[in-house]
């Protein structure tokens, strides 16, 4: 025997569809309004209410074309940011670092200073840890926040403490 849908699946199954396609649109719907014009974004009643409609087809083109190169501004500046606080992140959210040595890495003497190719740079925390291989060059190095400080790991080295100097 055959099950049939009721009228009430019907009806569950019609407003499941239309949501999903309702949630969908705001994503190209905002592509269509960052590469539209002026006239394309604003309703009719912003349009004539800012003066917009008095303006002739060469200068709403100008000023399209203005707020074109203003958008890719923005854009570029929001990246630059947005960059900006990724490098930053890993240090302040005490996210594992992970670089090489910028040069070669003789041991630890005390005062030792450690730059990474990444441009962060530490110092020796603990005066008394003597320790290291002979030079190495570029070794892989890792930096850790172990809730006491920050903990280094060099290639062929044990952990040890350092404190950051400087970050990128």
Not at 27 to 42: C, F, N, Q, R
Not at 52 to 69: C, F, I
Not at 120 to 131: E, F, G, S
Request: glycine residues 8%; contains cysteine.
């Amino acid at each position: 025997m055959m099950k049939t849908l009721g009228s009430g699946s019907i009806s569950c199954l019609v407003i499941a569809a239309l949501f999903i396609l309702g949630s969908a649109r705001p994503a190209w719907a905002a592509d269509e309004i960052l590469s539209g014009s002026i006239k394309e974004m604003m309703s009719p009643e912003e349009f004539k209410a800012a003066g917009l409609d008095k303006l002739s087809p060469e200068e709403l083109e100008k000023l399209n074309a203005w707020l074109q190169g203003y958008r890719e501004t923005t854009e570029k500046v929001t990246e630059k940011k947005t960059e900006k606080r990724v490098a930053s992140k890993s240090f302040f959210h005490h996210e594992p670092i992970v670089s090489r040595v910028d040069g070669s890495f003789a041991g630890l003497k005390g005062r030792t200073v450690i730059k990474l190719e990444d441009g962060t740079v530490w110092k020796q925390a603990n005066l008394d840890d003597h320790a290291g291989p002979s030079p190495i060059d570029h070794p892989g190095a890792a930096v850790v926040w172990t809730g006491l400080g920050y903990k280094m790991r060099i290639q062929g080295v044990a952990e040890f403490y350092v404190n950051p100097m400087k970050t990128p």
